[in-house]
């Protein structure tokens, strides 16, 4: 099953920004040794061969990849035998949960030991990285044509927003491998009952939602993340906020607590206040596609990937109900939604052989063939829906491996990664992590009823200047 991206503290599938404990127990225990099985395809080779490179360039080096668990993941992970086929280079992969990941890899970035070559990277993660310079830069590895066969790889087929979510300054830190975008999704039959349509403004959604919503009969008209978490409602109320027109910069000064952003923390406290279940300020992306595939919602805003969950045949009751929506557009006129992305860094401590093992490892992971290989290709259930490819998701094979998630599932993800996402949509600064942690926190006091909205967020201003100031 695929699985959407964002922080939860409780489900090891979803990412988390900080780590709330100690070091895994072992890391041997995590760490996946493969054997060769004919999953692996180890032989297929062929379509990586026609690039013009020599694979072969870093043979004899070991390299650890940290990633988290899931799905989309093990299905790289079963490439594995492939890939050591293809460069000579032994691959180690270490899973490490979502809450660990980024502490992991800070630590090890920090310190320069050196352990992950790579690793599943936050992109929120990149301005503190880079100010740090703590990974490579990569327009030199895609510039040279004895690292990369630019018309074979052709970067620029990834996915312009995703790409972008990981460069800073025009320049790439890191290349996507899988992610996500936040889509409106909807019970067809229901809207269809009541003679209703998709929002295309935050009017048109609080007024679906009131005419669904019937709590005596178990029927809620709409959903969205409440838990606290930089990636959770603090993943949503971004788009609110860019919806009502605000920002999160008046000059250089970073600023939480304008006019705008007061009225749009108001509007989400009262669409969850009238509309939502009253559980929802503690729920988080599983928990809405859970109510959802039960039958008690209307209408949610979240992952497009959370469409496995509502497809489960096991637990799902609305198959062939579902259909999708772009984000409507807020009273500024514009529909922002997330970006979010795993995808690989360089490790800027590492030998230079063992950056371009590292570097070929990337090419290999984010490459066309490896894209299909992992998910419509994918031999097992869970067919990859995060791939990163433009041609990836436009192709026919793409399109019927998706076909029963839904109405306008493949659509509505690919207009709103070209017309609705805008990568300064969280504030993209080295400090995001305390950040993130700070308004998340703001947020949630809001949404529970302790303090109004304003009250909220000027303190959590008062929380970020500190921060800023060090």
């Given at each position: 099953?695929?699985h959407?991206r964002s922080?939860d503290?409780?489900?090891p599938?979803?990412?988390?920004?900080l780590?709330?404990?100690?070091?895994?127990?072992g890391a041997?225990?995590?760490?996946?040794?493969?054997p060769l099985?004919?999953?692996a395809?180890?032989g297929?080779?062929?379509?990586?061969?026609?690039?013009?490179?020599?694979?072969?360039?870093?043979?004899?080096e070991?390299?650890?990849?940290a990633?988290?668990?899931?799905?989309y993941?093990?299905n790289?992970?079963?490439l594995q035998p492939?890939?050591?086929?293809?460069?000579?280079?032994?691959?180690?992969f270490?899973?490490?949960?979502?809450?660990q990941?980024?502490?992991?890899?800070m630590?090890?970035?920090?310190?320069?030991t050196?352990t992950?070559?790579?690793?599943a990277?936050?992109?929120?993660y990149?301005?503190l990285?880079v100010a740090?310079?703590?990974?490579?830069?990569?327009?030199?590895?895609l510039?040279?044509a004895?690292?990369t066969d630019?018309?074979?790889?052709n970067y620029?087929?990834i996915?312009?927003?995703?790409?972008?979510?990981v460069?800073?300054?025009g320049?790439p830190?890191g290349?996507?491998?899988?992610g996500e975008?936040?889509?409106?999704?909807?019970?067809k039959?229901?809207?269809?009952?009541k003679g209703?349509?998709?929002?295309?403004t935050y009017?048109e959604?609080?007024?679906?939602a009131k005419?669904l919503?019937?709590?005596a009969?178990r029927?809620y008209?709409?959903a969205?993340?409440?838990?606290?978490g930089a990636g959770?409602n603090m993943?949503?109320?971004p788009s609110?906020l860019?919806?009502f027109?605000?920002g999160?910069f008046e000059?250089n000064?970073l600023?939480?607590?304008?006019p705008i952003a007061?009225?749009?923390?108001e509007?989400?406290?009262?669409?969850?206040?009238?509309?939502?279940p009253?559980?929802?300020?503690?729920?988080n992306?599983?928990?809405?596609?859970?109510?959802?595939?039960q039958g008690?919602?209307?209408?949610?805003?979240d992952?497009?990937?959370?469409?496995?969950?509502?497809n489960?045949p096991?637990k799902s009751?609305?198959?062939g109900k579902?259909?999708y929506?772009r984000?409507?557009?807020?009273?500024a006129?514009k529909?922002?939604?997330s970006?979010?992305n795993?995808?690989f860094?360089?490790?800027?401590?590492l030998?230079a052989r063992?950056k371009?093992?590292t570097?070929?490892f990337i090419?290999?992971a984010?490459?066309?063939?490896?894209?299909?290989?992992?998910?419509w290709k994918f031999?097992g259930a869970?067919?990859?829906?995060?791939?990163?490819?433009?041609?990836s998701?436009?192709s026919?094979?793409?399109?019927?491996?998706?076909?029963?998630?839904g109405?306008?599932f493949i659509?509505?993800?690919l207009?709103?990664?070209?017309q609705d996402?805008?990568?300064?949509?969280?504030?993209r600064?080295?400090?995001?992590p305390?950040?993130?942690?700070?308004?998340?926190?703001g947020?949630?006091a809001?949404l529970?009823?302790?303090?109004?909205?304003?009250?909220?967020?000027?303190?959590?201003?008062t929380?970020?200047?500190?921060i800023?100031?060090?």
């Amino acid at each position: 099953m695929s699985h959407s991206r964002s922080d939860d503290r409780f489900n090891p599938s979803r990412r988390q920004t900080l780590a709330r404990g100690g070091a895994l127990a072992g890391a041997a225990a995590a760490a996946q040794m493969l054997p060769l099985t004919a999953n692996a395809q180890a032989g297929d080779l062929a379509g990586y061969q026609s690039a013009k490179i020599d694979w072969k360039q870093a043979s004899g080096e070991s390299i650890t990849v940290a990633v988290i668990p899931a799905s989309y993941f093990d299905n790289l992970i079963s490439l594995q035998p492939q890939f050591e086929a293809l460069t000579g280079i032994k691959l180690r992969f270490e899973k490490v949960p979502p809450g660990q990941i980024r502490q992991k890899a800070m630590l090890d970035l920090s310190s320069k030991t050196a352990t992950y070559a790579t690793h599943a990277a936050d992109p929120m993660y990149y301005p503190l990285y880079v100010a740090n310079k703590w990974v490579e830069p990569l327009d030199r590895y895609l510039s040279d044509a004895k690292l990369t066969d630019a018309a074979w790889y052709n970067y620029n087929d990834i996915l312009k927003a995703w790409r972008d979510a990981v460069s800073m300054e025009g320049k790439p830190y890191g290349v996507p491998f899988d992610g996500e975008v936040t889509v409106q999704v909807y019970r067809k039959d229901l809207y269809e009952a009541k003679g209703l349509k998709p929002a295309t403004t935050y009017d048109e959604l609080l007024a679906n939602a009131k005419a669904l919503t019937d709590p005596a009969n178990r029927m809620y008209g709409l959903a969205m993340r409440g838990f606290a978490g930089a990636g959770q409602n603090m993943y949503i109320y971004p788009s609110i906020l860019r919806g009502f027109g605000g920002g999160w910069f008046e000059g250089n000064n970073l600023v939480v607590n304008s006019p705008i952003a007061v009225r749009a923390l108001e509007w989400y406290v009262e669409a969850l206040n009238r509309y939502a279940p009253p559980a929802v300020r503690n729920w988080n992306w599983p928990d809405i596609a859970d109510a959802f595939s039960q039958g008690t919602l209307g209408c949610y805003l979240d992952a497009h990937s959370s469409a496995a969950v509502l497809n489960n045949p096991e637990k799902s009751k609305v198959i062939g109900k579902i259909g999708y929506a772009r984000w409507p557009k807020g009273p500024a006129g514009k529909g922002v939604t997330s970006i979010w992305n795993w995808s690989f860094p360089i490790n800027s401590a590492l030998s230079a052989r063992a950056k371009t093992a590292t570097w070929l490892f990337i090419q290999w992971a984010t490459a066309a063939e490896t894209q299909a290989l992992t998910s419509w290709k994918f031999a097992g259930a869970a067919k990859r829906s995060g791939v990163n490819r433009t041609s990836s998701w436009q192709s026919a094979d793409f399109a019927s491996s998706m076909a029963g998630m839904g109405d306008n599932f493949i659509k509505t993800a690919l207009d709103t990664l070209a017309q609705d996402t805008d990568v300064e949509w969280r504030p993209r600064v080295p400090q995001w992590p305390a950040i993130g942690e700070t308004m998340a926190t703001g947020i949630q006091a809001a949404l529970v009823g302790q303090k109004t909205a304003k009250a909220a967020l000027d303190e959590a201003q008062t929380r970020i200047q500190q921060i800023l100031r060090g």
